[in-house]
């Protein structure tokens, strides 16, 4: 069964980091983009940014450059997302989600769980 | 950033009924834009990518259109497990992906 598998729930203290993984199932990350998006309490789907496994490149939103950092493991199955400095606006569920560049333009056909991260004093 | 406007942004109607959401980019972004239905608690699921593209296993009621700037997501007859929040985005650059605001389609 082909799907991505993340971290469990966290709960942090402001100005803490959290460090969130996203595993490959049933596939590889090979010839694929993983993005990241989050969504705080009852708000919309808002995105975070993209890693290209294969060669590690990143690109990040200007809202999280210098607080956020994707990496890749050399097994091409999995992925990690660390956000620094947390605010309890930070406070939402984070999903990681394949990008399918080849044939679906770009579309996130398959999406982690998702993970809650808490932050609170 | 390109910006994508939702309408509306609030709906409800019957099961049996033709519901149009509409979503508007603030630039040309031709045909990279796809469709998502989020259920309560559970992460997004592809209904439909380049603008018109039905996804493997989504039913047939289910239907896109539009390029350029404006688009719809057609649902021809509700059923009771489409009741969900809808969101368009787009992916004319990978490097700055956006969603619109949402739609809840609720049951009248």
């Excluded at chain 1, 490959?24 to 309490?41: E, K």
């Excluded at chain 2, 972004?29 to 469709?35: F, K, T, V």
């Amino acid at each position: 069964q082909v799907q991505l598998v993340q971290s469990g729930a966290e709960v942090k203290k402001p100005g803490a980091s959290v460090e969130v993984s996203c595993r490959a199932s049933g596939l590889t990350f090979n010839f694929y983009y993983v993005h990241w998006v989050r969504q705080a309490p009852g708000q919309g789907l808002e995105w975070m940014g993209i890693i290209n496994p294969r060669g590690g490149s990143t690109t990040y939103a200007q809202k999280f450059q210098g607080r956020v950092t994707m990496t890749g493991d050399t097994s091409m199955t999995t992925v990690h997302m660390e956000l620094s400095n947390l605010r309890s606006d930070d406070t939402a569920v984070y999903y990681c989600a394949r990008g399918e560049w080849e044939f679906k333009a770009n579309a996130f056909d398959i999406w982690g769980q998702g993970t809650a991260v808490i932050v609170s004093s | 950033d390109i910006q994508l406007t939702q309408s509306p942004s609030f709906l409800s109607a019957s099961v049996g009924d033709r519901v149009t959401i509409t979503c508007r980019a603030s630039q040309a972004i031709s045909n990279y834009l796809a469709w998502y239905q989020q259920q309560p608690g559970t992460a997004p699921k592809l209904l439909i990518y380049a603008a018109s593209t039905l996804e493997s296993g989504v039913p047939s009621r289910f239907s896109g259109s539009g390029s350029g700037t404006e688009f719809t997501l057609t649902i021809s007859s509700l059923q009771p497990e489409d009741f969900a929040t809808y969101y368009c985005q787009q992916l004319n650059s990978v490097g700055t992906i956006t969603f619109g605001q949402g739609t809840r389609l609720d049951i009248k």
